[in-house]
């Protein structure tokens, strides 16, 4: 198997959660008794959610860069960053790369296709709802993303940093979570609701919301992860 390697720590809840879902999709696959081979390199996340409140992204790119970097020196054959936010600088942190990444949008715009979803809601931190980077990716598959209106991304944007970030998850925070979900089904039309920020999916559990169909971004990136930890080399 190829040895994965994770940039965590963004936020540490949601990395533990990375690594749950990892091992039990691995266990799936391979009923042999064998466990994922994984490194993870958990960084501290201060300084990564400042640059993107200050919009600087030269320096997000160059942490996630180095931090790519450490875990292909100790060895990792394939490496993933498990949040939505730092794929602001993706393509930047790709491209200094010396090992493949593997990105939790395109992984997500496949799992959408294969649902035969049109206009799916994001859910996320502010700097992933109002970024391009979901929208222009379903929009080459032929998708619309639908964000929040400004009242309601200011409640995800606050609730999820000072709550889930943190390991908080309130009954009345996922109530209203919910009740904004069945308001842009009826108001926007949505058919679907992407949890585009990897702690959602801890107070975000059901399947599906309002009748609209759930994804886990989070379970999606590791059930990519495992496919390709298992591809034979060419």
Known sequence: MKLLGIVGGIGPESTIDYYKKLVDSWKRRNPDGS???????????????????????????????????????A???IALIAA????LVFDEVARAATI????????????AQSQRLQRPALFGTRFTMTAAFYPDT??????????PNAEERDFIHDKYMNELFVGMFRDETRSRLE????????????????????????????????GVPV????????????????EKEN
Not at 195 to 204: C, F, K, Q, S, V
Not at 216 to 224: A, G, L, N, R, Y
């Open 35 to 73: 466990y994922p081979r994984v490194i993870i390199n958990s960084i501290d996340a201060t300084p990564l959610v400042n640059s993107f409140t200050r919009g600087d992204l030269a320096f997000a790119a160059e942490e996630l860069t180095a931090a790519v970097r450490r875990l292909a020196n």
């Open 75 to 77: 060895g990792a054959d």
């Open 84 to 87: 939505n936010t730092p794929h």
């Open 100 to 111: 493949p990444l593997i990105s939790i949008v395109e992984a997500t715009r496949e799992a």
């Open 138 to 147: 379903f929009r080459r598959a032929g998708m619309t993303i639908v964000i």
């Open 179 to 210: 009740a904004i979900v069945a308001e842009m089904k009826e108001r926007d039309g949505i058919d679907g609701l992407i949890l585009a920020g990897t702690e959602l999916p801890l107070i975000l559990k059901n399947a599906t919301y309002a």
């Open 215 to 230: 994804l886990d971004t989070t379970q999606i990136h590791v059930e990519s992860a495992v496919t390709r930890m298992l």
